[in-house]
């Protein structure tokens, strides 16, 4: 029996090549429970091959019977899901001192290639009764195996390479003044929390490059698998990296010292071309904001201190760019990609396809991209991310989104917008389709592409999805499986108008471009409507009080989290320990997050605080068929005072008056003047233009046409 035992441990390690971490935590003296992520029939005999003789595994018996011989080279028992009195076993099994080893799913992954499935409840209620001490563990790589129950849903072989990571001990708090079912709830959420923080921390790398990433990819989904569609071709991974070494030849002759370039493309197969050749050399893109203007376009290149910017002429003329091309480029030299593509050389394809054949890696040297805030509120400021940050971040989403090679992810957010940069990279480096569209805004298109291409994850912010639902045809949106909703606060109607029409409930997301973006998300498991979700995996979090407001100030760590800013005329400044969100938010006991405001979009009345985002959502209830936005403007008797921006010309501000007095609000809240608008200004990411709004509202111009208090 030692003779066989040793031999499976030699063989199964040689043929995963199974790496362990973290055996040296574990600790027997008191009762153990070890609970690992469940993703194969052949877990439990990698995970017999080095945990200690004394663990007891817990086996299904239909599998305990269809694995008899294997099964017998350890300790065990045998349990029915379905028998209550299995629970009891398990309990009596750790009471008597042995470590239990049990998959809290229940069941080997059928659902997704990076998140959990559910947790039951009774490894909690164990927990719970036995005060038992838990280890997390997380494995990877079993998934890809012809073992797992991916088929279909994943690229399988038969030998994949596999981790496995044993986290961090925890306990369950027992509260005998509340009933055991709520108890056993609440155990289960956080075993399901501390599983997935402990893959996360499996899966988050230092020191990448995102290219080596693509080719690690390439080789895990397939060289043939169609990764990447635009309205005009499709890149399969051979192709993409083929034409990434071929341009990155290209391009290395043009840039030579530049460590980096400003990027000005629409979403494109060409766009992540681009993006991919330069990470091959090394070099630092930063993204322009093609709907910024020339002058935020020409503040973000001298706060990037760049010298050339790539872009297209075909993009330049269907954009309306020429002037301002033509005013950038009397200060900095301007590449375009047919020009470049025209005179690519036999040798150029011959040594990009030499490197392609060869897998050439990346040095790891320059991993940053530079993306660009908004300027909604001020001058645009550049959000240094490096690579690893980036990959973190895909890795806390995948963790807690169920997504797998069948779905085709829909992309109209561009490149230069930190969400549209995550639903692009993310499906690539994860062997999930991804269809990219140049324009958010043609909101009858949208919905037509959509449909012809199966698309199953779909991504806007509220204004977007509100026009897309409008303009959609019933059976436009068939194929979908998941909305999400970002970078402005989800209107209940939207929402509603999604359920109602199209029978998809939109999800909302919060993030921030310094976070990579995304912070929290509410999922298909976890949903809390008029939340934002709850805090991605690996976000740690502290709230600072805000007189007068509920909750407080938001403060996060992650690995996620940008290297720091280059601000204009000031250069670089790293990221603090703690980044300040700059937003007002409160938890609820299930940890669902809930943003009350932003603390710059205040105004001060009185002496008081009035938030303009609780301004916005009364007026969005009381005019429920206008676009509403609020900005503040100086006041000489009160300091401040609010104007409200409607998109509605029957709408008087007294209607709104009323609606705040009749529902118990401070008179404070009521603007002191509405202004109509044929429609709301907007940035190119979706959110309202307020650097625009409040310059209309300092105008005198703002008094025509609109009404006071």
Known sequence: MVLVKWLARIVLNLLFQARFSGLE????????????????????????????????????????????????????????????????????????????????????????????MKIYSGVGYIALRTGATLYPIALNGPERSKFSYLKHKIRQVWFPKVTVQIGDPFTLDYDRTQSMKSQKERAAAQIQKKLEAELVSSRVKDG?????????????????????????????????????????RKLEAELKDEPGVAVLLPNSAAHLLVLFALFKLDKRPAILNFSAGEKNMRIACETASVRTILTSRQFVDKGKLTPVIESLGQRYRVLYLEDMKDTLRISDKLSGFGDYLLKRKAEVNNTEIVLFTSG?????????????????????????????????????????????????????LNGVKVFLYPSPLHYKVIPELAYDRNATFLFGTSTFLAAYGKAAHPYDFQSLRCVIAGAEKLKDEVRQLWVDKFHVCPVEGYGTTEA?????????????????????????????????????????????????????????????????????????????????????RFAKIGGEMVSLNQVEELAASCYRDANVAAVSVPDSRKAERIILFVTQEEHQIQTIKQFVKDHGHSQLMTPSKLVRVEKLPILGSGKPDYVALKKLAEEPAADEGANAV
């Open 516 to 600: 990579s973006p995304v912070v929290a998300m509410n999922t298909r498991m976890w949903h809390r409507k008029g939340t934002v979700g709850q805090l991605l995996p690996g976000i740690a979090y502290k709230l600072e009080p805000v007189p007068g407001l509920e909750g407080g100030k938001l403060l996060i760590q992650g690995p996620n989290l940008m290297k720091g800013y280059l601000l204009h005329e000031e250069g670089f400044k790293p990221c603090p320990e703690w980044y300040d969100t700059g937003d007002v938010v409160k938890l609820d006991e299930d940890g669902f997050v809930t943003i009350v405001s932003r603390v710059k």
């Open 25 to 116: 935590k574990l600790d027997f003296r008191k009762p153990t429970i070890l609970i690992p992520n469940h993703l194969s029939l052949i877990d439990a005999a990698l995970l017999a091959t080095r945990l200690p003789e004394e663990v007891t595994f817990v086996v299904n018996t239909r599998i305990a019977k269809r694995f008899a011989p294997l099964i017998r080279l350890r300790k065990h028992i045998a349990v029915d899901p379905m028998n209550p009195y299995s629970v009891k076993q398990m309990v009596k099994t750790v009471q008597k001192g042995a470590p239990l080893l049990v998959f809290p799913e229940g069941r080997v992954n059928t659902a997704s290639v990076g998140s959990l």
């Open 208 to 248: 990448i490059n995102l290219f080596n990433e693509l080719l690690t990819a390439a080789g895990h989904h397939g060289y043939n698998f169609p990764v990447c569609e635009d309205i005009s071709q499709t890149f399969t991974y051979k192709k993409l990296l083929t034409a990434s070494y071929v341009f990155a």
């Open 376 to 428: 909604s509120e001020s001058v645009p400021k550049g959000v240094v991310l490096d690579h690893a940050n980036l990959y973190a971040n895909m890795q806390q989403t995948r963790t807690v989104m169920d997504i797998n090679a069948r779905d085709v992810f829909f992309n109209a957010m561009p490149m230069f917008h930190s969400l549209g940069l995550l639903v692009t990279v993310l499906p690539v």
